[in-house]
C-alpha cells in the first residue's frame, strides 16, 4: 500500500491551498481516509476524516467552516481543501488510510509521507 500526499506549499495568511493523496495497493472505496497534521513540538493531529461506510465526513474544531475532505473513489485519491488559512495551519500534513469504519484517534493503518505546508503572516 502507497499513500502519496501531494499540493503542499509556501502561502500568505488568507490564500487556498488543496492537498491530494493519491493511494495504490488497496481498495480505496473501503477505507476511511484521514488528514492529519503535525507542527514543529506538538503532537499529530487529526483534521478530517472522510468515512467509507457512512459516507460522512468529521472535521477537527480548527478545521471545520475553512476545510473540506473530499474523495474520488473511481480516482483512489481523497483531497483536502483548504481555505482561509492562518499562521497556526502550518504543519507537515500526512494521508491515511484505515479500513476500519471509524478508527480511533490516529490509529490507521496506513500512512503516507506527509507534505509540507507553510502559511506566512
Known amino acids: 500500500v502507497q499513500l502519496q500526499a501531494s499540493g503542499g506549499g509556501l502561502v500568505q495568511t488568507g490564500d487556498s491551498l488543496r492537498l491530494s493523496c493519491l493511494a495504490s495497493g488497496l481498495r480505496f472505496s473501503l477505507y476511511t481516509m484521514g488528514w492529519f497534521r503535525q507542527a514543529p513540538g506538538r503532537e499529530r493531529e487529526l483534521v478530517a476524516t472522510?468515512?467509507?461506510?457512512?459516507?460522512?465526513?468529521y472535521y477537527s474544531n480548527s478545521a471545520k467552516g475553512r476545510f473540506t475532505i473530499s474523495r474520488d473513489n473511481a480516482k483512489n485519491t481523497v483531497f483536502l481543501q483548504m481555505d482561509s488559512l492562518r499562521p497556526e495551519d502550518t504543519a507537515i500534513y500526512y494521508c491515511?488510510?484505515?479500513?476500519?469504519?471509524?478508527?480511533?484517534?490516529?490509529?490507521?493503518?496506513?500512512w503516507g509521507q506527509g507534505t509540507q505546508v507553510t502559511v506566512s503572516s
Open positions: 472522510s468515512f467509507y461506510r457512512t459516507r460522512t465526513t
Open positions: 491515511a488510510a484505515d479500513p476500519r469504519a471509524r478508527p480511533l484517534g490516529s490509529d490507521y493503518e496506513y
